[in-house]
């Protein structure tokens, strides 16, 4: 069975930071590109960030650029999201993805399997 699980979710004030951590399990991991996506209230889910499988390459979007930092860990099965400098429009359900990724890493359709999500709820 598939499972990606994540945590790390919580309250923080505006200027603060969260690691969010989304462990794999169910499929070969290494072969998978993983990502986080997020989905703010009224909002489409959008890109955050993304891991490559195998060339190490790692892809953000423009908002989080200097402030987000992904990692994965294959031996473990796991990728993180180090979230500094937080900002209210951070605000979201923080949401793990796997896919091979032919195509553009932001787009939903690219990921086979996602987590159930984690709230992430930055404070003014």
């Known amino acids: 069975e598939v499972q990606l699980v994540e945590s790390g979710g919580g309250l923080v004030q505006a200027g603060g930071s969260l690691r969010l951590s989304c462990a794999a399990s169910g499929f070969t991991f290494d072969d998978y590109g993983i990502a986080w996506f997020r989905q703010g209230p009224g909002k489409e889910r959008e890109g955050v960030s993304c891991?490559?499988?195998?060339?190490?390459?790692?892809y953000y979007a423009d908002s989080v650029k200097g402030r987000f930092t992904i990692s994965r860990d294959n031996a473990k099965n796991t990728v993180y999201l180090q979230m500094n400098s937080l900002k209210p429009e951070d605000t979201a359900v923080y949401y793990c993805?796997?896919?091979?990724?032919?195509?553009?890493?932001?787009?939903?359709?690219?990921?086979?399997?996602w987590g159930q999500g984690t709230q992430v709820t930055v404070s003014s």
């Open positions: 993805a796997a896919g091979i990724l032919l195509g553009r890493w932001s787009s939903i359709f690219e990921y086979n399997y």
């Open positions: 891991a490559s499988s195998s060339d190490g390459i790692e």
